[in-house]
Nanobody
């Protein structure tokens, strides 16, 4: 079992920044990768970014590339998502997820490739 707790969401104007954090606890030694997903009302869940547990590999969705940065603090079992130049279309509930399984072709980026999920943190970007 792995427990994930997100924090850092909030309300920000377009062009602003937020930093999300996800603290992992439990059997973290089994984690292969961590990811961030988001879901806006009436829309499907969308992949945002992923990072290997070692921190050596990262992958981003095209929609956030160049604006968002995923990073990992090994000492604190924490993954961060630094979000800059936020746009109203970034408004969503953001979820942290942990994957135990390596996938062919790089880091997991589909929801079913992740084993544990946090409760989510809301990000609202006003225009």
């Amino acid at each position: 079992q792995v427990q994930l707790v997100e924090s850092g969401g909030g309300f920000v104007q377009a062009g602003g920044s937020l930093r999300l954090s996800c603290v992992a606890s439990g059997r973290t030694f089994r984690v292969y990768a961590m990811g961030w997903f988001r879901q806006a009302p009436g829309k499907e869940r969308e992949f945002v970014a992923a990072i290997s547990w070692s921190g050596g590999s990262v992958y981003y969705a095209d929609s956030v590339k160049g604006r968002f940065t995923i990073s990992r603090d090994n000492a604190k079992n924490t993954v961060h998502l630094q979000m800059n130049s936020l746009k109203p279309e970034d408004t969503a509930n953001y979820y942290c997820a942990a994957s135990f399984r390596p996938v062919v072709g790089g880091l997991p980026r589909r929801g079913y490739e992740y084993d544990y999920w946090g409760q989510g943190t809301q990000v609202t970007v006003s225009s």
